[in-house]
Every structure is written in structure tokens, then in C-alpha cells.
């Protein structure tokens, strides 16, 4: 992870403090890693610390195994306490081997809402025990909108936790983060103090990738300026363009615009599998507004756009917005553009705009 220093104390700041809060950032921004670097700063001042993943849940009982499961993960004397307080609570989740989808085979009669309400309370159980706090972090939280219900179950439970735990909501998808913190309708509503990850500061990247070739005797020379430019501070892709770079770059010597050139081509060839599927994943205005974000100069809401992608100008509108909510179009200083710089690159060596069909809606 390049940098996020400030990001890291403040997010740890707030846990300290025993504020929730919820971080949002397109994927691959490194959100999860940020997390788990609080996570440990967390741990290391005597917090119990647990990472939930809840990527695609699908119900009740799916979410029941997810905690589970992070528990399971827990070591130590804060591991035996929660294992003393399942056992004693008898729901049939386990830190063992078995756990709770072995339980609901044995007895399809369990009510997982009820597990979930009980599970939820671990954190304010270990605090009267021992007075033990605990960071929650409940990773693409905004995939619990798949379950009907669920998040009014979460907050009937955490919202009563106060110093016995904090929590961490992270989410990939802003539209509908905001649809679960932002909506009066939604049971979570401000229920947590918004942070949101922003791309990384060009000269941090620099520095960084800098020091990684002096440390290998290698130097990134006129490729550092080129790389920066198409990255845009977008992490993963930094790292992984770096990557390709110091690949190419003998030790000993110097890249330069051919060998930035080279580590680009061998990227795209590596990417072009997942860029395909993050265009077919498109619905097709979506498509056609990225494809004219990635390769036309005209005014994004202009006839000529319109007339560009075939479709009306109302509709370039729309799909921008549901592009937005997705994260996949951010607002990069004062221009709408593509997230992904592959994506972006990807299009642009597509050529002429392809026959989408023939929706003009």
C-alpha cells in the first residue's frame, strides 16, 4: 500500500474515540487494506478486532456465517471469551471446525434472525466482561440491501453498543451507500461518520515507486512521468504498472518512454479478459456513455455526443448517474472520467465506437 498515512490515523482516531464511521471508494482503491492496517493499529491498543466480508450475501443466514466466520479468525484470550459465550448461548454457531451451516442442516428449523440478533451482541458481551472494546468492520456493506430487512436488524443491535464497540462500514458502490446512510427511509441513516477514499497524490506515488527501483539498483527515469500521467493515482493500477515496469527494467539501468511503452502493452494483454468483463457486466447505454468519455473530445452532454453513442441526451444523463453510483465514473478535476485507467485504455485501443444495437432509449 503506497502512502495513506493520514487516511490510516484519522480512521483510527475515530475508532479510539468510538465513532462509526463509513469509508467509500471505487474497487480497487484499497479500502480493504486500509482497514486491516486500522485494524491492527486497533488491535495493538487492546481493541478486539473483526473484519467482515460481506460481499454477494443473499440472506439472513448467509450473513450469520459471514460473522462467523470472522470470529473465527480471532486468537487469544479474546477468541476463548467468544468461544465461552457461544457455547454458552447454544445457537449453533461454532468457532470450530462445524459452525452454523452445519447446524441449519441438522435443524432447518432455526431461526437465523434470531442467531443474527444474538451474534450481533458479542461485542457488547466481551465489553462487560472484561471491558474488552471491538472494531467492527463490515466490508461492501452495501450488499446487505440483497436482504430484505437486514440492516434494520444490524442498527437494532449496534445502535445500543455505545463505548463497547465501534463500527466500520466500507462500500464500493456509492449510489447505494448512500441509499443505506443518506436515505430517512433506511434504518442506518447516519449512523456513521462518512469518509471517502480519494485517489493517491502523484508525488506519493513517485517517491514511492522511486525508492522500490533504487532499492533494486534499477531507476524509472522517463517512464516515472508517463506512468503517473496514465494512473492517475488510481492504486492497484499504480502498483501493478510499477510492477510491469521494474519487470522491464534491467538492473543497473535506466527505463525510458519504450520500456513504460512495453510494461503498458504487456498490462493490456494481462487485463483485456477482465476488461471484457467489466464491459459485457455494462448495461448498453453505459456502455455507450463510457465508450464516449474514453474516446471523444465533444462535450459529454452535447447532440454531438448524442448523435455519437445514438442515443438521447436525457439518457446520456441517466447513465452517467447510474455510472457514478457504481463508482465507476469519478469527477477528476472538474472532468467526468472513466475509474479505471485499463477500461479507459482498453476502449480507446477498441477503435470506432461498436455496434451496440440498435436501443435508442
Known amino acids: 500500500m503506497i502512502d495513506r498515512d493520514a487516511e490510516a490515523d484519522d480512521l483510527l482516531r475515530l475508532t479510539?474515540?468510538?465513532?462509526?464511521?463509513?469509508?467509500?471508494g471505487p474497487r480497487r482503491y484499497g479500502k480493504t487494506t486500509l482497514l486491516r492496517r486500522v485494524l491492527a493499529a486497533a488491535e495493538a491498543n487492546g481493541t478486539a478486532t473483526v473484519l467482515v466480508d460481506l460481499q454477494d450475501v443473499l440472506s439472513i443466514s448467509e450473513i450469520v456465517v459471514r460473522l462467523e466466520s470472522a470470529y473465527k479468525r480471532l486468537k487469544g484470550?479474546?477468541?476463548?471469551?467468544?468461544?465461552?459465550?457461544?457455547?454458552?448461548?447454544?445457537?449453533?454457531?461454532s468457532l470450530g471446525a462445524a459452525g452454523f451451516t452445519a447446524s441449519l442442516r441438522e435443524n432447518p428449523n432455526t431461526n437465523p434472525e434470531a442467531v443474527l440478533l444474538r451474534v450481533l451482541e458479542i461485542p457488547e458481551a466481551l465489553f462487560e466482561r472484561n471491558g474488552t472494546p471491538?472494531?467492527?468492520?463490515?466490508?461492501?456493506?452495501?450488499?446487505?440491501?440483497n436482504v430484505p430487512g437486514a440492516d434494520g436488524k444490524i442498527r437494532s443491535v449496534i445502535q445500543h453498543q455505545g463505548r463497547a464497540a465501534t463500527y466500520a462500514f466500507a462500500g464500493s458502490a456509492p449510489g447505494m451507500m448512500n441509499r443505506l446512510f443518506?436515505?430517512?427511509s433506511r434504518p442506518l441513516l447516519e449512523q456513521a461518520v462518512p469518509r471517502h477514499l480519494e485517489p493517491l497524490p502523484l508525488n506519493e506515488v513517485a517517491d514511492y515507486v522511486i525508492t522500490r527501483f533504487q532499492a533494486s539498483r534499477r531507476d524509472p527515469g522517463r517512464a516515472m512521468d508517463p506512468l503517473l500521467a496514465f494512473a492517475r493515482g488510481h492504486p492497484q493500477r499504480s502498483m501493478m504498472l510499477?510492477?510491469?515496469?521494474?519487470?522491464?527494467?534491467?538492473?543497473?539501468e535506466t527505463a525510458d518512454e519504450s520500456t513504460w511503452l512495453?510494461?503498458?502493452?504487456?498490462?493490456?494483454?494481462?487485463?483485456?479478459?477482465?476488461?471484457?468483463?467489466i464491459w459485457r457486466a455494462l448495461t448498453l447505454n453505459e456502455r455507450r456513455v463510457a465508450r464516449a468519455l474514453a474516446t471523444s473530445s465533444a462535450p459529454l452532454y452535447s447532440d454531438e455526443t448524442a448523435a455519437l453513442v445514438g442515443i438521447k441526451r436525457t439518457s446520456i444523463r441517466s447513465a452517467v448517474d447510474s455510472l457514478r453510483a457504481k463508482a465507476d465514473v469519478v469527477?477528476?478535476?472538474?472532468?467526468?472520467?472513466l475509474t479505471d485507467p485499463m477500461l479507459e485504455h482498453w476502449l480507446r485501443s477498441q477503435g470506432a465506437l461498436p455496434d451496440d444495437g440498435d436501443d435508442t432509449d
Do not use: C, K
Open 16 to 24: 479510539m474515540g468510538s465513532h462509526s464511521f463509513r469509508l467509500i
Open 77 to 93: 484470550p479474546v477468541r476463548r471469551h467468544v468461544e465461552d459465550l457461544l457455547r454458552t448461548w447454544n445457537l449453533g454457531v
Open 134 to 145: 471491538s472494531l467492527i468492520v463490515f466490508d461492501e456493506i452495501q450488499d446487505v440491501l
Open 182 to 184: 443518506s436515505d430517512p
Open 242 to 252: 510499477a510492477h510491469y515496469l521494474w519487470e522491464r527494467t534491467p538492473a543497473g
Open 262 to 277: 512495453a510494461a503498458l502493452d504487456q498490462a493490456s494483454a494481462d487485463t483485456g479478459l477482465l476488461m471484457q468483463a
Open 331 to 337: 469527477d477528476a478535476q472538474g472532468r467526468l472520467r
